[in-house]
């Protein structure tokens, strides 16, 4: 089932977010007491059943539960906090809109922070032309994790409240972690809609390796994507900009957080779609960073129709979760999302 990102304009649409499911390389310097550290802080990793916030599939037999996909195995949050804590840069995918994946950002990055690491906080909802707010704010406010949302307008972008994002920046912040803007400037990726890549400088282009056409399997999965996440009512000539624009924005989130991680990598909160492997940020990072450690978490929403993990992997293009874990939450609606869009959808095609 496909559901619509809540951005700030209907022609910028990020096909990540739009589908429903939204440095160390070593830890030999970590002392012996790590698998009991290990061990305490991922038991407080996930909250109980009673804890969760979405309505729907709380009981579902997933629910909770993480799937290592190349393994075709559940492990449990113990054995992922320590291969989480040996990378460098882990990706987090959620659905915007349920606040069970923002709760589970915000305690992942805890964990982290409780063995020891140091990472830098990206947000893909911050453009790079939100460094002045946030680091403005800061200055004023190191610890007003509530602020920083007012301060760069967060709640008149169209993202669900800043209060569901509020404990990611506030363990951050707590931590004295850097938070850093990591995305297209929104000016920059609407021009692109209409030019795609023509929109930007060819020096920015190069530097974002952009100059090299993605193989056509991977055009044709994206454009794909792009058609479904907006029930068909894309018109054909924006499909190809819009591809320019998500490998545009994956890229410069994939820049972003490299300048950002020379102290002890980053952790990134994004849409699921951006953290994909075949075509998302860590593509990227198999170019410019191939000896970094990357690891990919997507948050999907239990389907009461999908009882094993295995079944959630084919709608992708392999038949296989496009991902390195996936960790199974309730579910905040059921809502057919081309349905409740379908006029939004309908005045954007006009309007083309």
């Known amino acids: 089932m496909r559901a619509i990102e809540r951005d700030s304009t209907a022609v910028v649409p990020n096909i990540s977010c739009m589908k429903k499911f939204g440095c160390f390389t070593e830890t030999s310097h970590i002392p012996s007491l790590l698998p009991l550290i290990l061990y305490c802080v991922a038991c407080a990793v996930v909250p109980s059943s009673m804890s969760w916030k979405s309505p729907l599939g709380r009981d579902h037999p997933l629910t909770g539960r993480i799937w290592n996909v190349s393994s075709a195995r559940f492990i449990d949050r113990e054995t992922l906090v320590k291969r989480l804590a040996g990378a460098d840069f882990v990706l987090l995918g959620e659905r915007h809109d349920n606040p069970d994946h923002h709760l589970l950002q915000a305690e992942v990055l805890r964990s982290l922070i409780a063995v020891g690491r140091r990472p830098a906080v990206g947000f893909e909802m911050l453009g790079l032309d939100d460094a002045g707010a ?84 991977v055009f044709v999965s994206m454009a794909a994507d792009i058609r479904d996440a907006h029930c068909g009512y894309a018109p054909e000539e924006i499909v190809k900009p819009m591809v320019d624009v998500q490998r545009a924005r994956d890229a410069q989130m994939a820049e972003s957080l490299m ?94």
Not at 138 to 161: C, E, F, I, T, Y
């Open 134 to 217: 946030v680091a403005n704010h800061l200055a004023a406010a190191p610890n007003d994790a509530a602020g920083l949302g007012q301060a760069v307008n967060w709640n008149k972008r169209g993202w669900p409240d800043w209060a569901m994002y509020q404990p990611i920046a506030e363990a951050a912040l707590q931590a004295k972690l850097r938070i850093v803007p990591t995305n297209l400037p929104l000016a920059t990726a609407t021009k692109m809609t209409r030019n795609g890549l023509a929109a930007l400088d060819p020096s920015m282009v190069r530097e974002l390796g952009l100059d090299r056409p993605p193989p056509e399997t």
């Open 259 to 352: 300048a950002a991680s020379d102290h002890d990598g980053a952790i990134l909160v994004a849409g699921a779609g951006h953290v994909r492997n075949d075509y998302g940020i860590p593509v990227h990072f198999r170019t410019k960073a191939p000896q970094k450690r990357v690891i990919s978490i997507a948050f999907v929403e239990v389907d009461q129709q999908k009882t094993e993990p295995q079944s959630y992997g084919l709608s992708y293009p392999n038949r296989r979760s496009p991902f390195d874990y996936v960790w199974f939450t309730p579910r905040v609606d059921d809502e057919d999302p081309c349905e409740k869009f379908k006029s939004q959808f309908e005045r954007m095609k006009k309007a083309r």
